[in-house]
């Protein structure tokens, strides 16, 4: 029997389809991304103009790896917490012979690692976020914020979301309810101003990033388009979120699978197409900013030199439609921004707890990551051992846009292989079952294992081969992947000898003639 239960010790099922749904939406926040994550993308070499097309592949990836979530969920609601980590076990597990049963402790290792890789770095990156758009709107009233100030202000996020998330999932929940009206109602405004504002073109602008709006929806390069890709992978990650709160929702087996699906259909095929043609359709060499080496650069190009380029953008189009309004507007556009990173980064962190404390419940992580608060029943020392991590990742990528994008692409790496060895764990949960449909559990994971491994690919070739920031942001992501891989081999290593277990079981004697 598998050690890992759905026991939530003490944990409260207070969660329905809404609140599930809200949970991984915040995660996904789209309003929040695009005011952040549209630099990165300038700032790599090729495929600028490739941003929307890029989207849509990892949104064609997302959806795929999202059905197979979603059919696990369904088959498994009793995962409590551990969500992928438990999947991973029980579809070997659940296998009648005895050569695949004995698989099981490695393929949740594997899913654990990755989970880990992929959760514990992208709320740090959250942390840098929150601490550059703080900066951002303090420049906008002349004042500058060091270095120092900026990872002051980063560690002072990371708590404050720590004291959040110990509190409990309902608070959190509310919070991210609130966040999520705001930022869609926030997104769709600007998408509306930034198409007024190309077609009435008020400035007069003659050169755009794209000549036409079917520029914008079009593939210009393979390479950049798949580069564009990896990173977009990022704003479209926590649809799976939903899978960790099974012990906190009312009806698991029925709302965590469509909070999975729809999550990502609300966020990802409607508000982020949305909102990266509008951004990139509105682009033109009116759009002024500073490279590092104090050039003046327009375009595009001030896109990648701007730590907020959606601000400088929401202020041009205020000032030329709004009558000269377009400070206060950018200034309240980048106040939601703010919640929504609030949102996103709460989210992240209670999704990254929940899975340390199912794998300290089934003995595979340091059992203070399994312990309860008295009161609020969460996993309250993990929280804080998370928020120390966020803080530093956080404060790492601050030091400039090749750290920041360095430590993305590490958080996507780990996004990738987990997403993979879901996709290969459906069809091993599935095949040779009553249930099983060619389909929705042969076909369907195996394009998302070809496409989260296209992807994974890309990030290794095309970084390392295209240069400039590209290529060291990818060679930093490597290292940290490998440092990662190599911590948690060695942890599994000693755990094995403590606790007397092999990492892959012997068959039984028995058996061995099977």
Same mark, same amino acid.
């Given at each position: ?20 749904t ?8 789209? !309003? ?31 959806l ?13 609601p009793?995962?409590?917490t551990? #969500? ?21 402790r /490695?393929?949740?290792?594997?899913? #654990? ?13 959250? +942390? ?42 309902? #608070? ?40 036409n ?19 977009? /992978? ?8 939903a899978?960790?709160?099974?012990? @906190?929702a ?32 509105a682009v033109? @060499? ?6 590092t ?37 950018m ?12 949102g ?19 003995? @595979?992580?340091?059992?203070?990551? !399994? ?15 998370m ?6 990742? !956080?404060? +790492? ?11 993305t ?24 079952r009553? @249930? ?11 394009? $998302? ?5 296209g992807?994974?690919?890309? /990030? ?6 295209? $240069?400039?920031?590209s290529?060291?942001?990818?060679i930093?992501?490597?290292? /940290? ?22 990492i ?11």
């Open positions: 029997m598998a050690e890992t239960t759905s026991t939530t010790g003490g944990m409260q099922r207070t969660l329905g389809l809404t609140g599930v809200m949970n991984a939406m915040a995660l996904i926040a789209p !309003g929040a991304f695009l005011w952040i994550t549209m630099q990165l993308q300038a700032a790599n070499t090729g495929g600028t103009t490739d941003m929307w097309t890029g989207i849509v592949v990892a949104l064609i990836i997302a795929l790896t999202a059905f197979s979530f979603a059919e696990l969920a369904r088959k498994y009793d995962a409590g551990g #969500g992928s980590y438990y999947f991973a076990e029980k579809a070997f597990l659940d296998r009648d012979e005895p050569r695949h049963q004995r698989f099981a /490695i393929a949740k290792f594997i899913t #654990g690692w990755a989970a880990h890789l992929f959760y514990w770095v992208y709320p740090g990156v959250m +942390v840098s976020f929150m601490a550059l758009i703080i900066t951002y709107i303090l420049g906008q009233f002349g004042i500058t914020l060091p270095l120092v100030g900026q990872i002051v202000v980063a560690v002072l996020f990371a708590i404050l979301v720590g004291f959040i998330a110990v509190r409990g999932i309902s #608070g959190s929940t509310n919070i991210n309810i609130a966040m999520n009206v705001i930022q869609l109602t926030a997104l769709v405004g600007f998408s509306i101003l930034a198409i007024i504002f190309r077609l009435t073109n008020p400035l007069g602008a003659s050169q755009w990033a794209h000549p709006a079917i520029s914008v929806v079009t593939p210009h390069d393979l390479a950049g388009m798949l580069f564009q890709s990896t990173i977009a /992978i990022l704003i479209l990650v926590g649809f799976e979120s899978t960790s709160l099974a012990a @906190e009312k009806n698991p087996k029925r709302d965590i699978p469509r909070a999975v699906i729809l999550s990502l259909i609300i966020q990802g095929l409607f508000a982020y197409l949305l909102e990266y043609f509008a951004a990139n359709y033109s @060499e009116k759009l002024v900013g500073t490279a080496d104090g050039s003046a650069v327009t375009g595009m190009a001030a896109v990648a030199a701007s730590g907020a380029p959606i601000g400088d953008m929401v202020r041009l189009m205020g000032d030329a439609l709004l009558g000269g309004n377009g400070f206060a507007l200034i309240i556009l980048s106040i939601t921004v703010v919640f929504a990173i609030l996103t980064t709460l989210a992240a962190l209670n999704t990254a707890v929940r899975i340390s404390f199912a794998m300290a419940q089934d003995k @595979e992580m340091p059992d203070v990551m !399994g312990l309860l608060h008295g009161k609020y029943a969460t996993p309250h020392v993990g929280i804080w051992i928020v120390a991590v966020c803080a530093v990742i !956080g404060s +790492v990528g601050l030091i400039n846009v090749t750290a920041l994008t360095g430590t692409l590490a958080s996507n790496i780990g996004t990738f292989v987990l997403y993979a060895v879901i996709c290969g764990v459906t069809f091993v949960s599935f095949a040779g009553a @249930e099983f449909h060619s389909v929705k559990h042969a076909i369907i994971p195996l394009l $998302g294992i070809i496409g989260n491994v992807m994974l690919l890309a /990030i290794l070739v095309i970084g390392l081969t295209t $240069g400039g920031v290529t060291q942001a990818t930093m992501a490597i290292g /940290i992947t490998v440092g990662w891989g190599l911590i948690s081999v060695a942890y599994l290593a000693y755990n094995s000898r403590k606790q007397g277990k092999p892959i079981a012997s068959i039984p004697s028995a058996a061995s003639g099977d």
